[in-house]
């Protein structure tokens, strides 16, 4: 009997709070380009460079940027190695890289 008296004592309670209107929601935000989680992969051409140098002396040989992955190094490197010394340093690669951006550029423009 107690028990049935609590639980009609709450039914009384709770019934005008549940007969309350929901709260209006905010309205949702307009939509945003998402952040990228994670900053880019991609790394400098000096982070390349470093990384491929193993002997860290600042020559980058042939065989280290074939194992660096350092793609268009190893494509042009008889080109970037002027001097033919069987290395190639990181402003020689920079010269090669402007010059042939120099180059179509000059070509495309007639």
Same mark, same amino acid.
């Given at each position: 009997?107690?028990?049935?008296?609590?639980?009609?004592?709450?039914?009384?309670?709770?019934?005008?709070? &549940?007969? @309350?209107?929901? !709260?209006? $929601?905010?309205? #949702?935000?307009?939509?945003?380009? %998402?952040?990228?989680? =994670?900053?880019?992969?991609?790394?400098?051409?000096?982070?390349?460079?470093?990384?491929?140098?193993?002997?860290?002396?600042?020559?980058?040989? &042939?065989? @280290?940027?074939? !194992?660096? $992955?350092?793609? #268009?190094?190893?494509?042009?490197? %008889?080109?970037?190695? =002027?001097?033919?010394?069987?290395?190639?340093?990181?402003?020689?690669?920079?010269?090669?890289?402007?010059?042939?951006?120099?180059?179509?550029?000059?070509?495309?423009?007639?």
């Amino acid at each position: 009997m107690r028990l049935s008296l609590i639980a009609a004592m709450l039914a009384l309670i709770a019934g005008p709070v &549940l007969a @309350q209107p929901a !709260a209006p $929601r905010p309205a #949702a935000p307009a939509a945003t380009p %998402a952040a990228p989680a =994670t900053p880019h992969p991609r790394r400098t051409l000096q982070q390349q460079f470093d990384e491929a140098n193993t002997t860290h002396d600042g020559h980058l040989t &042939l065989e @280290q940027a074939r !194992a660096g $992955r350092m793609n #268009a190094v190893v494509r042009d490197f %008889a080109e970037t190695d =002027t001097a033919r010394r069987g290395y190639v340093t990181m402003d020689e690669i920079k010269a090669h890289r402007r010059a042939v951006r120099l180059a179509k550029k000059a070509a495309k423009q007639g």
